[in-house]
């Protein structure tokens, strides 16, 4: 089994900045695409961003020029840093990733999802 877990959701302003987390552990061969969506009540799972193994990145039109993923392979964790929040903006994030957990064998997994908030 894989587990996704998240960090770094909260309470922010705004116009700020908020970096989150999401290290991957278990059974792993290798991670291709790592992402983030979020969801805000009463609405659909929105992606946010994804990044292949690769490096290679793909944004939501809302947030390009504002959010950053990146990923760390050695330690199996993608990073969404965000800034110039928005309050239509709070919802909760959810880290994904689709995982080799074994050779030619591939498994989508969800974080359990962190909460943002964008608020004065």
């Known amino acids: 089994q894989v587990q996704l877990v998240e960090s770094g959701g909260g309470l922010v302003q705004p116009g700020g900045s908020l970096r989150l987390s999401c290290a991957a552990s278990?059974?792993?061969?290798?991670?291709?695409?790592m992402g983030w969506y979020r969801q805000d009540p009463g609405k659909q799972r929105e992606l946010v961003a994804t990044i292949t193994s690769g490096s290679t990145t793909n944004y939501a039109d809302s947030v390009k020029g504002r959010f950053t993923i990146s990923r760390d392979n050695a330690k199996n964790t993608v990073y969404l840093q965000m800034n110039s929040l928005k309050s239509d903006e709070t919802a909760v994030y959810y880290c994904?990733?689709?995982?080799?957990?074994?050779?030619?064998?591939?498994?989508?997994?969800w974080g359990q999802g962190t909460q943002v908030t964008v608020s004065s």
């Open positions: 994904y990733a689709v995982v080799e957990v074994a050779r030619f064998v591939h498994k989508a997994f």
């Open positions: 278990g059974s792993i061969f290798s991670i291709n695409t």
